[in-house]
């Protein structure tokens, strides 16, 4: 072949991969593309029974939202120290669990509720350097795993087996933590997390000071370089999606809470605590969807 008739070959198969290159890249989807979360309704959140956190149940069937505050917690677990409980999640198979923590010690407490009914309390033992805090426990959709977090400025994430749902688990044994989701971006202050998808949360963070972000009280995207399965750790990519809702007839400041997705409807719902006196009167829990 004579070397020009080679080299217009050349330019015409380099220009084919080019354009096969770009078809490609302008069909395959985004690896994180975020969301966009529009508020379309609201309910007030009593300050006692519905201020830390919620969860949608979804077996038994018609089963009522669960809700958590100071006047939820049972008079047997207070006594023994367990004083605060935060957001928490369902399992789809309706394993429903609370986090609970107490001001001092070096354990942890996940109180689980199964679909019979009877309750269990998992506890776990900090690992070295485990901030004590408990805020929040977010079931994976395939039920094995739970994720779980830390208050304060984090770069990760913390998994564990699911109590009650994993086999490996039992209440008389401590709940192990298995592996860390390694997060690209540092969050503050993540009051609940859930999972939207298996490898996406949506988490309501009180972050006060809006320097990580460029915005206070953001809602949160965090998308998973794989689904937890607690043999090894997994990055996630984190994103700030908007501001939370804030809205009171009282000035100051406001408190993000828990945080829920309910795949049945395409819900997501979040808990804000109105400033000062109107904790009372005008504290929200908000409901968005995915517009």
């Known amino acids: 072949m004579p070397l020009r008739a080679r080299r217009r070959r050349r330019t015409l198969l380099a220009a084919l991969v080019s354009l096969t290159a770009a078809t490609l890249l302008a069909s395959a989807p985004p690896a994180s593309a975020a969301d966009t979360w529009t508020e379309v309704g609201s309910?007030?959140?009593?300050?006692?029974?519905?201020?830390?956190g919620l969860a949608s149940v979804e077996v038994p069937a018609g089963a009522a939202n669960r809700y958590t505050g100071i006047g939820t917690i049972p008079l047997a677990l207070s006594s023994r120290g367990w004083n605060h409980v935060g957001d928490p999640d369902a399992s789809y198979d309706g394993h429903y669990i609370e986090p609970y923590q107490r001001d001092s010690g070096t354990t942890k407490m996940f109180r689980v509720q199964s679909p019979g009914g009877t309750w269990s309390e998992y506890v776990h033992t900090?690992?070295?350097?485990?901030?004590?805090?408990?805020?929040?426990?977010?079931?994976?959709?395939?039920?094995?795993?739970?994720l779980s977090g830390e208050w304060g400025t984090m770069n990760r994430l913390l998994v564990f087996p699911t109590p009650g749902v994993n086999p490996s688990t039992s209440p008389s044994a401590n709940l192990p933590q298995a592996s860390t989701v390694r997060l690209d971006h540092a969050v503050r202050d993540v009051q609940g997390c859930d999972f939207v998808s298996a490898t996406r949360l949506l988490c309501s963070s009180d972050?006060?000071?809006?320097?990580?972000?460029?915005?206070?009280?953001?809602?949160?995207?965090?998308?998973?370089?794989?689904?937890?399965?607690?043999?090894?750790?997994?990055?996630?990519?984190?994103?700030?999606?908007?501001?939370?809702?804030?809205?009171?007839?009282?000035?100051?400041?406001?408190?993000?809470?828990?945080?829920?997705?309910?795949?049945?409807?395409?819900?997501?719902?979040?808990?804000?605590?109105?400033?000062?006196?109107?904790?009372?009167?005008?504290?929200?829990?908000?409901?968005?969807?995915?517009?």
């Open 43 to 52: 309910d007030r959140a009593d300050p006692l029974t519905e201020s830390q």
């Open 126 to 146: 900090l690992s070295s350097g485990e901030a004590l805090n408990n805020s929040w426990a977010a079931v994976a959709p395939d039920g094995q795993w739970m």
């Open 207 to 291: 972050d006060p000071e809006g320097s990580l972000f460029g915005l206070t009280k953001p809602l949160l995207q965090i998308d998973l370089s794989a689904a937890p399965n607690g043999t090894a750790d997994v990055t996630g990519h984190v994103t700030a999606l908007r501001q939370l809702p804030l809205r009171s007839s009282c000035s100051g400041t406001f408190e993000a809470e828990g945080i829920d997705y309910d795949r049945r409807t395409g819900t997501l719902r979040v808990i804000v605590v109105s400033p000062g006196f109107c904790v009372l009167t005008d504290s929200k829990t908000y409901r968005l969807t995915r517009s």
